[in-house]
């Protein structure tokens, strides 16, 4: 990942920022979902005992509610952005919690053939050149290892439609899009194969519409607007909606791709 796209990765989160998503979707949480979409995304599959590697941990929030479900997982996360680095790891100090903030995010510290089971959720799409991590992803995962990803693609590759489009215009996220055949060939190149692709849509729509009707509760609006500007909620409210609608119109895709090596 060249110099430049770390920093810009950086500038998109800053934690006040982050501190507002984490009232959205939920402690320690920077994407949508919560616990029903962190076991949708290890569904059949066990991580008791198992080591395991998270890229983009953001403020810890999965960790810790893996490291609760599975006392005996042995958990690595990579996160590029040094405050919520320095974040989780005050916040969650676990000792089988491992939270690491490489030098460069497209190189893993660890040797060949290490993971069970790697995974990500809702970061992927921040990437523009998602190879090169592929290819490290690959390297780092045991022969008999799963590797597992949620993000947002695009229907024809071009665009995420208008409504998420002021939604990146609003929160000042630059995303890239991505048609499920081009993320697919990516990972074969990298040398995965696929198990399957899951059409989450319908699950993430509802999700979405769940902040939307959080957000309007009393006590929530409350917090949110003793914490952030009227404006900033309004525009919350506004994006999620957006969201939901595009998940709900197919314009934006949420998937799941389960791999093997
Ligand atoms: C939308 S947040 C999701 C965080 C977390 N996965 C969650 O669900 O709460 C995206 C995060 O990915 C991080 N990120 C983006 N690209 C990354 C990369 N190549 N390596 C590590 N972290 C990355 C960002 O800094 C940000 O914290």
């Not at 460069?104 to 190879?131: C, R, T, W």
């Amino acid at each position: 990942m060249e110099g430049h796209t770390k920093e810009n990765l950086i500038e998109q989160y800053p934690m006040e920022y982050c501190h507002m998503l984490e009232l959205c979707y939920g402690e320690g949480m920077m994407s949508e979902g919560g616990r029903s979409a962190i076991d949708a995304l290890f569904d059949g599959i066990s991580l008791t005992g198992k080591r395991v590697l998270e890229i983009g941990f953001g403020l810890g929030g999965l960790a810790h509610y893996l490291s609760e479900k599975y006392p005996a997982i042995e958990y690595y996360g990579i996160e590029v952005n040094p405050k919520m680095h320095e974040y989780a790891s005050q916040k969650y100090p676990q000792k089988n919690l491992n939270f690491i903030l490489p030098e460069n995010p497209d190189i893993m510290p660890f040797e060949a053939d290490y993971f069970d089971v790697v995974f990500s959720k809702g970061v992927l799409v921040h990437l523009q050149d998602k190879q090169p991590l592929f290819n490290e992803l690959y390297r780092v995962l045991k022969s008999d290892g799963k590797f597992i990803i949620n993000d947002w693609l695009s229907p024809d590759g071009k665009s995420f439609g208008k409504r998420v489009d002021q939604m990146c215009e609003l929160e000042n996220l630059a995303l890239f899009p991505l048609s499920e055949a081009a993320y697919c060939s990516l990972l074969k190149k990298s040398g995965f194969q696929l198990i399957s692709i899951e059409d989450e849509n319908k699950a993430y729509a509802q999700y979405n519409d769940a902040i939307v009707q959080r957000l309007k509760q009393s006590d929530i609006k409350a917090t949110f607007l003793h914490n952030f500007t009227q404006k900033e909620y309004a525009d919350s409210v506004d994006a999620y909606g957006w969201i939901s609608e595009a998940f709900a119109n197919n314009e934006l895709l949420a998937r799941k791709f389960l791999c093997s090596k």
